[in-house]
């Protein structure tokens, strides 16, 4: 008979790595063309003028200018691109 319980293994040590989402450019923030604002899963913004969502949702400027998130239809959250402040 064993003196002591034998070692098992660990069932820690796994850990995916953060995938970075968020916004990446607040409001009122100078924007260039192709510049990524908001990087998210689904639609929790969506594009407005002078913006485009990408593949996996990504929302990114499609011209220079500077960034405005505001509320539009059904209360949904937008973020367009203004020419001036």
Known sequence: MATSKSGGSTQNGRDSISKRLGIKLFDGQQVFGGEIIVRQRGTRVH??????????DTLFATKPGFVKFHHGAKRRKYVSINSER
């Open 47 to 56: 594009p407005g003028f002078g913006v485009m969502r990408g593949g996996d």
